[in-house]
């Protein structure tokens, strides 16, 4: 607040410099300043005290916001040091979440990458105690339940979408739509256990094999395929089923023929995310498909052994030369990050290649 | 494919061309008829599968309920077995939940309203990224990168700031507490929240915005006059969907927490309650009996809890939906 009255020079137009200054902005150069000396503070209690490279930084984040405010306070007032000091609580937040990203990243690849070898993709664990050994089976198995769970949810999810889109009125398709967004935040270890119980039903108690995996993933997949397909299908615009009907063609021929073709990039992205989103799925799979050392291809037979059920067993259970299992759980785990980040890669490429022109 | 015959061997009804849309006329055709109820089988599907879990889930743990408590671990009954993994699951969620609803907020508002746009975008993926890494991964880093990293912090808080119930000590030696568990669980439930989050912020009318800001307000206080209150419905069902995340999350939990059962609220002690899923997911492989069918039981409590969470979630998002409806 200013409480002077400046006093205007004489003349004809003031020129901006002689206008009033009810506001001076903090120099460009402070808040470098600021950062500079409050890191210099975390340093010297680094050195007098000791912590690490994350108390280091949390201490020159709170120095810094405690010098901006004040010194912004005695300069531009109440409300901008306000502003400044939720612009640095802001950014900081947000530089604090990528540390656990940038670990989980780092730590992934430097562990993971000494046993990223092609032992690890053409050997199984039969017979390995120690060293060696590969996860191939695991590679199989996964890809296999995947697909399968692929199977059931895209075909179930995209009639759903269609449904919900082109034929559902009232009261049916209103509570459709809001189970399915119930239905996405099933945990994943009641899908499995669902599924354990639906085969109990079938099979008889202690039940392990590789379709009820895949039932179980299709439980976590299919609500998020049909809210994908769903957004898809609402963009298509009206007019496109307008000019089809108008030429005869009937509604089922419509939805084939114009309305899929013009959404199937989405659908494609969104079912790749789909994807990408169950193969990482642990619990279901502990409970239903189990683990074993040796290769099963079949998924009505008996257990099978999926990437990230290897990971956990290998970490929990790594036997006694536990160094050489802990690093094939290591590699296990990166193999997985790699598929999730490459099915996320497809899906952006699918998206930005058939993207209806003049849409971005 | 051929053209569709009409399937009834009645005179072809010929109506005047006005009133016939496709939709009345659809279900005279065979393609249409089966289009339609293929789609519509696929919907009530859906349906069926939620009742279906229930259901299941309920048969499977009837035994449990009907069980000699005798037979059950513990030996005292139902409740004393439950009750702990109850509260230790909800404990984890809401320590997860305090940690991860302010920061997500944070990274909302830097992204929709500090970055600048091209930045945000590429901010947005790196989002979307860490929402993609499956939770075994997060698992492992929490058991063998973040818990062993916190065991000093853990350490200093059990010496000096013992008088607080929480941090009462003594500190475990492995930092496997609930506390790491729920930090864990905070990183794997940020992207969603803050990615809903950061939808509402997008959502505010530009001309509220520009209002406070041409009668003068700085960029903190156009936040918390246009923004915030525009986003508070959004803010709430994203917290709750990130809590229904966390009551579910299974094997991150499982690998990071190192469980001995029982009550305690002290977040840094060697003896931590465990987590419904994580006790399934760690008992049932070796389960026979009828603790199958109680582990069955605690999943059926969990389902009715995320149920319950994500159905309220919903309902709030959905009653904003209709007032946008409403108010555009």
Redesign the interface.
């Known amino acids: 607040m200013t409480t002077t009255a400046p006093v205007r020079p004489s003349g004809d137009a003031p020129s901006v410099d002689a206008l009033p200054q009810l506001f001076r902005p903090l120099p460009r150069w402070v808040p470098y300043a600021l950062g500079a000396v409050a890191l210099a503070v975390a340093l010297l209690v680094r050195a007098v005290l000791g912590g690490g490279p994350v108390a280091t930084a949390l201490v020159t984040a709170l120095v810094f916001l405690m010098l901006v405010s004040v010194v912004s306070r005695r300069i531009e007032g109440t409300r901008r040091a306000a502003d400044r000091t939720v612009t640095t609580v802001v950014t900081a937040m947000f530089l604090a979440t990528l540390v656990p990203l940038v670990s989980v990243l780092y730590t992934v690849i430097s562990r993971g990458i000494g046993r990223f070898d092609s032992e690890f993709f053409t050997l199984t664990m039969r017979n390995v105690l120690g060293e060696g050994g590969g996860a191939q089976h695991a590679i199989v198995g996964t890809l296999i339940i995947t697909g399968l769970a692929t199977l059931i949810s895209v075909p179930v999810g995209l009639l759903t979408a269609i449904y919900l889109v082109e034929y559902g009125r009232g009261r049916l398709a209103r509570a459709v739509t809001f189970l399915v967004d119930v239905m996405t935040g099933i945990p994943s270890i009641v899908a499995g256990l669902f599924a354990y119980a639906l085969f109990v039903l079938i099979v008889g108690p202690g039940v392990r094999f590789g379709i009820g995996g895949a039932v179980a993933l299709s439980v976590l997949m299919t609500p998020v395929v049909v809210r994908a397909s769903e957004e898809m299908l609402k963009l298509v615009p009206a007019e496109l089923r307008e000019a089809s009907y108008a030429l005869g063609v009937p509604k089922w021929r419509t939805i084939l023929k114009v309305v899929l073709p013009v959404a199937a990039a989405g659908i494609g992205t969104g079912i790749t995310l789909a994807i990408a989103r169950v193969i990482g799925e642990t619990a279901p799979l502990l409970l239903i498909v189990g683990t074993t050392d040796s290769l099963n291809d079949d998924p009505f037979n008996g257990r099978m052994e999926t990437l990230p059920v290897f990971t956990f067993y290998s970490f929990t259970q790594p036997g006694s030369r536990s160094e050489f299992s802990i690093d094939r759980a290591w590699t296990a785990a990166l193999v997985l990050m790699v598929i999730v980040l490459l099915l996320n890669a497809v899906a952006r490429l699918i998206s930005r290649a058939f993207a209806p022109k003049g849409s971005r | ?1 051929s053209t ?1 015959t009409p399937t009834t061997g009645l005179v072809p009804e010929v109506t005047p061309p006005p009133t016939r ?3 009345q ?2 279900p005279t ?1 065979l ?2 008829r ?3 109820g ?10 069926i ?2 009742a ?2 229930a259901l ?2 309920i ?2 743990s009837i035994p449990a309920l009907t069980a000699d408590p005798r037979e059950l671990p513990g030996g005292t009954g139902l409740v004393d077995y439950v009750a702990p993994l109850l509260f230790g699951t909800v404990l984890a969620a809401v320590i997860a939940l305090l940690i991860a609803t ?2 997500s907020i ?2 909302a ?3 929709s309203h ?1 970055a600048n746009r091209r930045l945000a975008r590429s ?1 947005g993926y ?5 929402a ?7 698992g ?2 929490g ?4 818990a062993p ?1 916190l065991v000093p912090t853990y350490r200093w808080l059990g010496e000096h700031a013992s008088f607080l119930p929480v941090f009462a000590g003594p500190a475990s030696s492995t930092g496997r507490t609930i506390l790491t568990a729920g930090i864990v669980l905070a ?1 794997m439930i ?1 992207p969603i929240m ?1 990615a809903i989050n950061r939808e509402v912020f997008l959502q505010t009318p530009t001309l509220h915005e520009e209002a406070s800001l041409a009668l003068g307000a ?4 156009m ?1 918390r006059m246009a923004v915030l209150p525009y986003g508070r419905s959004g803010m709430v069902s994203g917290a709750m ?1 990130g809590l ?2 966390a ?5 991150a939990v499982l ?1 990071v927490l190192s469980s001995s059962g029982g009550f305690s609220l002290n977040l840094i002690s060697q003896s931590n309650p465990s987590t419904i ?1 994580a006790n ?2 760690g008992q ?2 070796e389960a ?1 009996g009828v603790n ?1 069918n109680l ?2 039981l605690t ?1 059926l409590v ?2 009715v809890l ?2 319950a ?3 309220a ?2 309902a709030v998002l ?1 009653r904003r939906a209709d007032f946008d409806g409403a108010a555009g």
Request: overall charge neutral.
């Open positions: 494919m569709p849309g496709p939709s006329s659809a055709r393609g249409d089966l289009f339609s293929l789609s519509t089988g696929a919907g009530v599907l859906i349906l599968v939620l279906a879990v299941f889930l048969t499977q302010p920061l944070g990274i508002l830097f992204i500090y901010l790196v989002i979307d990224l860490l993609a890494i499956p939770s075994i991964i997060y492992a880093w058991y063998l990168v973040l990293y990183v940020l803050s700085t960029r903190w206080e936040i969907l229904g995340r009551l579910g999350e299974t094997i690998l899923p399934i997911a049932f492989p026979t199958v582990l069955v999943g969990l389902f995320t149920f969470v994500n159905f979630a919903r959905a």
